[in-house]
């Protein structure tokens, strides 16, 4: 097993300012506040086996220089950059660094990546060139770090044509010389069986070229049956992915609860990680374990030894 650290949104309570109303989200610390990203980095570099970039939600078609005053180019180039220089200034060469890129829909307004909405989610030409002109520029931008990047990690999937619009680029650029994984967005307990659904049709494309395949951004309350349905369905040579959030719940009209609020309090990171630690041999061990949204250092250092 190995851990993954707990994501962007860890150091929104670290910044000296509100970035939550910017259309880049947590990849607005990349412009603003570099040396805190390094930091980021290196906190979960003491605990996780992986850490991701700050690029979730970077991309040209809403990055505006003018008003962010600082070129793409070097956001790019600092995205990478930034967690290859954490690795190296703690002397862990061990330790892994994944490039993360949202999905298409993730650069919409509203979360539209959990409601599966585009603006033409079924242009299969157009979903292909967002995710390719994303990480040639990235690339370009500072080629030596790209060359240390070691995963490439497409998050949030929500759509069956752009999960084959991953697959068809992966293969076509022999997935860069990295370890590619897909993980797909599963917002409530009903969306199990479409994300079932795409898997299924990943796998039946061409899962050789697939390093890992699972589910990002889950309530807590979702890892079980998750955790099953990836079970049954991965071959013992993919790598599954699970990387529940560590959010609370909110009440909807019918009493139901739905992942979003805190009417049900979020669980601590005693809780959080206590749940989590069950599923660290599934797929016999074969697994990337970490957290999402609103999970910390506290979260997946517990984890860890919880995990030894």
């Known amino acids: 097993m190995l851990m993954l650290d707990g994501g962007s949104t860890a150091i929104l309570p670290k910044l000296p300012e509100s970035i939550s109303e910017s259309r880049l ?3 607005e610390a990349l412009v603003r506040y570099p040396e805190i990203v390094v930091k980021h980095h290196e906190e979960f570099l003491k605990v996780c086996d992986i850490i991701s970039t700050f690029t979730y939600q970077l991309d040209a078609s809403i990055y505006d220089e003018k008003v962010e005053g600082v070129p793409l ?3 790019y180039a600092n995205s990478i950059g930034l967690p290859v220089y954490a690795r190296e200034h703690l002397g862990l060469p061990n330790k892994y660094i994944a490039l993360c ?3 298409h829909a993730a650069t919409i307004p ?5 409601k599966m909405i585009y603006d033409k989610p079924t242009d299969f030409e157009m979903l ?5 002109n994303r990480i040639e520029a990235i690339q370009a931008s500072n080629p030596k770090a790209f060359e240390k990047i070691d995963f490439i990690a497409f998050e949030s999937l929500p759509h069956v044509t752009e999960a084959e619009v991953v697959c068809q680029l992966i293969q076509d650029m022999k997935g860069w010389s990295k370890r590619c994984w897909i993980t797909c967005t599963c917002p409530e307990r009903s969306t199990i069986e479409r994300v079932s ?3 299924s049709k990943i796998l039946s494309i061409n899962h050789d070229s697939i390093w890992g395949i699972g589910v990002n951004c889950f309530h807590l309350s979702l890892l079980e049956p ?5 079970s049954s369905l991965l071959p013992s040579n993919i790598t599954a992915i699970l990387y529940p959030d560590g959010r609370g719940l909110y009440q909807n009209p019918d009493g139901t609860f739905s992942p979003g609020s805190t009417d049900h309090p979020a669980p601590s990171p005693e809780e959080w990680s206590t749940i989590t630690a069950k599923y660290s041999n599934l797929h016999n061990g074969n697994l990337i374990l970490g957290g999402c949204c609103e999970t910390n250092y506290n ?3 517990l984890l860890r030894e919880k995990t030894k």
């Open 101 to 103: 890129l949202g999905s």
């Open 25 to 27: 989200w947590t990849s």
């Open 128 to 132: 292909y060139n967002f995710h390719k």
């Open 73 to 75: 180019k070097q956001v």
């Open 110 to 114: 509203g979360c539209m990546e959990y």
């Open 197 to 199: 659904s795409i898997i």
């Open 226 to 230: 998750i955790a099953k349905m990836l």
């Open 299 to 301: 979260h997946l250092s």
